[in-house]
C-alpha cells in the first residue's frame, strides 16, 4: 500500500519500524520521498542508525496524549543519528524542573513539564487526576498550565532535549534511589543488545534488580553484567542479565514487563561457586 499510493510521510512505533526493517525486502516498498517519524515509546541507538541508512528524512518525535501530540521532535541524519528529544514544536513550551518547580541546570536530569495550546482540558470526569497531572504554570503570569509528564529528562549543552527515563520507573533498593532507565541505557551501550529493560523483582524475600535484553546474536547474559561493573556503581548492578530474542509486547507495540519471564535460581547468581579455603572459611562456611 506504502509503495502504491505513493506514501510521503509514515509513522510508526520504534517496534513496528523494527519489525518492518527485518522483514526481507523492506527497503524498496519505502519510498525515497518518504519521511520516516517513529514515536510512541525510546527509539533505540541501535535502530535510529538503521533508520537514517535508509537515506530517507528521519525524525525522532515525542509527545504524550495529554499534549495532543507532538510536543518536541528531533531530525536524525548519518553523522548524528543519536535519537535525543531534540526541542519543541510551535507553541509550546518545555520545561525541566527539580522536585519543587525550579528550572533544572544544563545537563541535570529533572522531570519535563509541557505548556502551550496542545494541551488537553483534563481528563474526563476526572477532576483530582486532572489537578494533580494538570498544574499552574509557574512562569506564566497569565495563568497558563503545565502537563506533570512523569519523563525524566536533561537539556544538553547544545540545546536538546535528552531523554532519561521515566520517574515512575524509579525504585528504592537497600537505601538507594535507583533510575532504571539510567541502567536500561548502560545495557544499550553494549554490543549485540538491540533492546533493553530493567524491572526490580521481589527474589526470596528482598527485592531485588533484574535486566533484560534482546539480541540476535548469541550473547552471555554474565559477561554482559561484568561489562556493567564498570559503567555503573555497585548497588545499579543487576542481580542478573537475562539475554531473550525478543522482549515481550503490548498490543500497541511497547514493552510488557508483566511478561517478563522471572529467571531461575541459576540465573540469580551472579558469582560461580568457590569453595571456602583456609581454617577460617571452612568454618565460617560450617557455621553458616
Given at each position: 500500500l506504502v509503495a502504491r499510493h505513493g506514501v510521503t510521510m509514515m509513522q510508526a512505533t520504534p517496534s513496528s519500524w523494527r519489525m518492518l526493517l527485518d522483514h526481507e525486502g523492506t527497503e524498496p516498498w519505502l519510498p525515497w520521498g518518504c519521511r520516516v517519524l517513529s514515536g510512541g515509546?525510546?527509539?533505540?541507538p541501535d535502530l535510529a542508525r538503521r533508520l537514517t541508512e535508509l537515506g530517507r528524512d528521519v525524525?525522532?518525535?515525542?509527545?504524550?496524549?495529554?499534549?495532543?501530540?507532538w510536543s518536541a521532535r528531533h531530525r536524525l541524519d548519518a553523522d548524528h543519528p543519536v535519537p535525543v528529544l531534540g526541542g519543541p514544536i510551535g507553541d509550546t513550551t518545555l520545561y525541566v524542573l527539580d522536585a519543587n518547580l525550579n528550572l533544572a541546570p544544563v545537563d541535570v536530569a529533572g522531570e519535563l513539564f509541557i505548556g502551550g495550546e496542545g494541551l488537553a482540558r483534563g481528563y474526563w470526569k476526572r477532576g483530582?487526576?486532572?489537578a494533580e497531572r494538570f498544574i499552574p504554570d509557574p512562569f506564566d503570569a497569565a495563568g497558563g498550565r503545565l502537563y506533570r509528564t512523569g519523563d525524566l529528562v536533561r537539556w544538553r549543552s547544545d540545546g536538546v532535549l535528552d531523554y532519561v527515563g521515566?520517574?515512575?520507573h524509579q525504585v528504592k533498593i537497600r537505601g538507594h534511589r535507583i533510575e532504571l532507565g539510567e541502567i536500561e541505557?548502560?545495557?544499550?551501550?553494549?554490543?549485540g543488545v538491540r533492546d533493553s529493560v530493567v524491572v526490580a523483582q521481589e527474589l526470596g524475600?528482598?527485592?531485588?534488580?533484574?535486566?533484560?535484553?534482546?539480541?540476535?546474536?548469541?550473547?552471555?547474559?554474565a559477561e554482559l553484567r561484568a561489562k556493567l561493573t564498570s559503567l555503573l556503581p555497585d548497588y545499579m548492578l543487576p542481580l542478573c542479565v537475562m539475554v531473550l530474542p525478543r522482549l515481550p509486547l503490548t498490543p500497541n507495540g511497547k514493552i510488557d514487563r508483566r511478561r517478563l519471564p522471572s529467571?531461575?535460581?541459576?540465573?540469580?547468581?551472579?558469582?560461580a561457586y568457590e569453595a571456602p579455603i583456609g581454617e577460617i572459611e571452612i568454618t565460617l562456611a560450617r557455621i553458616w
Open positions: 515509546e525510546a527509539l533505540p525524525w525522532n518525535m515525542y509527545g504524550p496524549t495529554e499534549t495532543t501530540v483530582a487526576l486532572s521515566r520517574a515512575d541505557a548502560r545495557l544499550m551501550e553494549l554490543p524475600g528482598d527485592r531485588q534488580l533484574i535486566g533484560y535484553v534482546s539480541s540476535e546474536e548469541r550473547l552471555d547474559g529467571p531461575s535460581q541459576g540465573e540469580t547468581s551472579p558469582h
